[in-house]
Structure formats: structure tokens, C-alpha cells
């Protein structure tokens, strides 16, 4: 394990924003670990770089407890911040040589910024002038250049256009074949469903669901939805008594909307039912549950609170026992 | 050592890229001192019982005044700048020893300050006649020196005191105005009511300001020399623990 994290708990006077966390993070895996803004996200990170202060738990990363971080384990993490701005009045390739000069085995200053795509007229730059894109990429060659097994990397890609975004993420892959274990923070869901291999999402100050992008939440039992219009004349209550039973509440754009846990049998009912009476189907739409309907859905639950939008919940899966979340 | 020579480097050729840097350090100590020279002579005041000229008077002072800007001025507003920008935490981050780092950053103004404490001197010596007598050199290096290291422990001890650069600026202000006002440095302390002459002992600029005036006028007796250093030394030890106790390296919050 590169991180392995139990029973993390940290207060700040009354709130407790760690409220018992339990992770673990394998070698050479992107992980992801999400959450909304103040669930407890940055006090577990900072916790794990070996920048905050823990009131109880049990933390290991790479083999060591961040609270006493030595100079040697800090050659072997690399942490790209949330936000920064970059050093002052240096060009990208001084910064880089100032940061590679603290290391004792550093990557290549040159081969460093030709893996985030910084090419040689953004490297001659004075680094507070460069575009956002161009900056985040800074952020991660200096989290790179000391050559780190593992890689903490905090929201990467927050106000990238969408371009830039999948620069970045073709970027990362190159990390994942290079052997990197990546911690993650992310608010696009998209991204997380892209890159990493295991997920775990905090809210409250802990963790309500850990699994694959694919997984998570149950999402792959979760029933689908199947969203059309019926010609004028026609309503939901002509439909079969078996989709009937599938019926969502009325959907604001007037479409009618099931789910399904056996969408293929459930559409063949529908097809029938349609040419039996000369119906033609409209706006026909067929689709699991995204990874953010997933993710909105269990911090909504979390929070207490209804979710605004309507997500499928798990559907009982006919060949399976039934599962209780 | 090595890293800190590193970095001191690179932060170096930061500062002098930087145009508020280079008008802190050099260019409002040599307008101050072409103004007060320039306008000031011909006037006797008294400084460690030598009658002097103004100008002899003045120009040690914005020396004085100089070393403190480009010290203590210039470590807390580079301090808090870097905090707020998340630097500290990055420079943090690596495997660089956190007294590497904060040795480093004193490094880097104490070598402005000795450049433009040199620039003065030549400056003062060509432009103006002011000349600087051979005896008074180690008392000149004992008060770069002690009132670096007293400027740069004040330096990180008010550093934590501020939040962000612009909340850092009017502190530093707010500080600096008064002690160079009753310092002895603008008026002789010969001249002050002897009560501020006083307060102004407890504070470190005054005993630069005894050294460096001493030094130009060639009169170094050990006795003042040797509490102006314990003075120095002890504010430098006073910010030293008050950093110790407060200092963080991670940025504010944002929310």
C-alpha cells in the first residue's frame, strides 16, 4: 500500500472535519478521492502531505507518518497544490532548476517539461506571466521534477478549458505508465471516471462509498433510464401496466421517464406495445446513471437531503439476491 | 549549506528582476540621500559627543535606514507574499530542512542590504566628500551584521502577523515610521527630549544607528559598541522565538 489511512479524526474548535477516515491507496494507482467543498477533503490531503495536524488515526504514506516527515521521504512525494501562482520574476526553466536543485536524484529539467507540454518559448517565460493552463502544467513539472513515487495532486485541472483538460489527462496517463501512485481531488466527475482506478468519496468528514468509477455507489446494478414522448393523444396511463410500474414523476421538459433494471426487456415491452397500436416512440433515450448522478446522489443522501435532480437509485437486480445499501 | 546557497541564488536574481524590490533597497535610499546631503550642510550637530557636519550626519542614516528597509521591510513583505502564494508550502514540500529555507530567505535580503549599504558608502564618499574612516570598519560590519540578524528575527516574528502582502504592507509601515522618527536617525537623538531617547534604546534601529554613526566619525568606545550588539543580539533572539511559536508555512484558507 502506498497510503493507508484508519481512523482519522481532526477538529477545529466545535467542527469536526475529520470525522473517522479510513483509506488505502495501492502502489502505482490513481486515485481519487472526492468530495464537496468543506467535507473534510483538504484537511485529510494536507494530513497525508505531512502539512497538518491530526487528533487521532492511524496514518502511513510510503511506509512513514506524514506527522514526522523527513527530508528523505519528502524526495519521494511530489504535491501539486490547489492553487498557486507561481515563483516571482524567475522564467519556468530557473524555477525548475531551482526546484531540481533540492533534490538529490531529480528527472532532467528538460524532459520534465516536455511530459506536461511545456514547450522551449513557454520555458524561456518569467513564470507569473503564463496563460492557466501553462501554469497548472508548471505546478506539476515541479511536483515531478524530484522524481516522487507518489504524487498528491489537487484539483489539476480546475479552469482548463476543455481542450487543456484532456491535454491534462493524456499527461497523467503518461504518470500511471510510469509506474506513479496519484492521489486525486476533482470536482469534475468526468474526470474521475477518466482517470482513476479506484474512487472514494468523503462528505461529513467521512468516507460514504469507496469503489471502481464503474462500481461506486452501485452504480453498475443502478436501474436505467429510459426517456421518450408519446405521440398526441397518448399518455403514460396507456402504457402497460408492467412499464406503468416503472413510471417516474413528471419530468420537467414533458417526456416520460422509467427505469429500468432489464432495459432491453423492458424496450421490447415498449416496441410491442407501440406497433400494436400504430404509436410512434419519440426523443427515445437510453442511459446508465453518470458517475455524477452517482456522486450527487450519495452526498446528497449523506447530507440529508433529498437530491435535486432525480437519480436512479439501485435497482434490485433480478439475477442477484437483492443487496441492501 | 549548499542548498541554501542554491536557492539563495536563484531568489537573488529574483529580487533584483523585481522593480519594487529595486526601488525599496536602492532607489529611495539613494534619492534620500542625495536630498538630505544635498540640501543639508554646512549645520554642526553632536553624535557620540564629535561635532559633525549634516552631512556626515545624514549619511550613515540612510545607510541605516536602508539596511532596515531592505531587511526588514523587504523579509516580511517577501515572507508573507510567498505564504499567501502558496511558495512557502512548495519550497516546504521538498526536501529542503525548514531552517535551509528560512536561512536562505535572510540570506538573500542581507546580501541586498550589504550591496546597498556598499553603494552608499561609495556614493556618499564621491558624491558628497563624505568620507568613511578606515578605524571605524568593524564597527560598521558589527552593525550590518547584528542589525541583520536582529531585522530578520523581527523580520519572521511580524511576518506572522499578517495574512496577505497588502495586509503586510501598512504593518510594516506602521512599525518602521515611528522607531526611525526617535531612532536617531532623521534627528539626533542629542536632540530628542531624553525621555524618547530612552524609549528609543529599548528598540534595535538606535543601536545600528550608534554603530553606524560611530563608525563614519571614527569614535568606537567598547563599552556603548558592546550593549548596542547585546541589544541586537537580543531582539533578533526575541523574533527568533516569537517566529518559532507562530509561524506557518501553508497559505490562509480561502471560504
Known sequence: MAIRVSGLRRSFGEVEAVAGVDLEVRHGEIFAFLGPNGAGKTTTIEILEGFGERDAGEVEVLGVDPAHATSEWRQNVGIVMQESRGEQELTVREVMELYAGLYRRPRGVEETLDLVGLDDEAAAKIATLLSGGQRRRLDVALALIGDPDLIFLDEPTTGFDPAARRDAWAMLDGLRDLGKTIFLTTHYMEEAERLADRIAVIAGGRIIDEGTPATIGHRDLAASEIIFTLPAGFGDADLPEDLRALLQPPRRDGRIELHSAAPLADLGRLGSWADGRGVEVGELEVHRPTLEDVYLRLTAEAAGVAPDYRAPAPAPDPTKKEEVA | ?255
Not at chain 2, 546631503?37 to 541605516?64: L, N
Not at chain 2, 542581507?110 to 556614493?123: R, S
Not at chain 2, 523580520?155 to 510594516?172: E, K, N, V, W
Open chain 2, 1 to 255: 549549506m549548499d542548498l541554501v546557497l542554491h536557492v539563495t541564488k536563484f531568489q537573488l536574481r529574483a529580487f533584483l528582476r523585481n522593480k519594487r524590490a529595486r526601488m525599496f533597497t536602492l532607489v529611495i535610499p539613494l534619492i534620500l540621500l542625495c536630498l538630505l546631503a544635498g540640501v543639508f550642510h554646512g549645520g554642526e550637530t553632536t553624535v557620540s559627543g564629535v561635532k559633525i557636519d549634516y552631512r556626515q550626519f545624514f549619511v550613515p542614516s540612510v545607510i541605516v535606514f536602508a539596511l532596515t528597509l531592505s531587511t526588514l521591510a523587504m523579509l516580511v513583505g517577501s515572507i508573507v507574499q510567498q505564504r499567501e502564494l502558496g511558495i512557502l508550502k512548495r519550497r516546504r514540500a521538498t526536501p529542503m530542512p525548514a531552517w535551509a529555507i528560512i536561512l536562505s530567505q535572510s540570506l538573500t535580503v542581507v546580501l541586498m542590504a550589504i550591496g546597498t549599504v556598499l553603494l552608499l558608502l561609495i556614493v556618499g564618499a564621491i558624491a558628497f566628500g563624505v568620507h568613511f574612516p578606515a578605524k571605524g570598519v568593524p564597527a560598521l560590519v558589527l552593525g550590518v551584521l547584528c542589525g541583520s540578524a536582529a531585522f530578520c528575527g523581527l523580520g519572521y516574528a511580524l511576518s506572522t502577523f499578517a495574512d496577505t502582502a497588502d495586509s503586510a504592507q501598512p504593518m510594516i509601515q506602521l512599525v518602521m515610521f515611528p522607531l526611525f522618527f526617535i531612532s536617531g536617525i532623521w534627528i539626533p537623538l542629542s536632540e530628542l527630549p531624553s525621555w524618547l531617547a530612552t524609549i528609543a534604546r529599548i528598540f534595535p534601529v538606535e543601536h545600528v544607528a550608534d554603530l553606524i554613526h560611530r563608525a563614519y566619525v571614527g569614535a568606537v568606545p567598547f563599552g556603548p559598541v558592546l550593549v548596542d550588539v547585546a541589544v541586537l543580539l537580543g531582539w533578533a533572539v526575541v523574533g527568533a522565538t516569537v517566529a518559532a511559536r507562530r509561524f506557518v508555512w501553508l497559505p490562509p484558507r480561502r471560504g
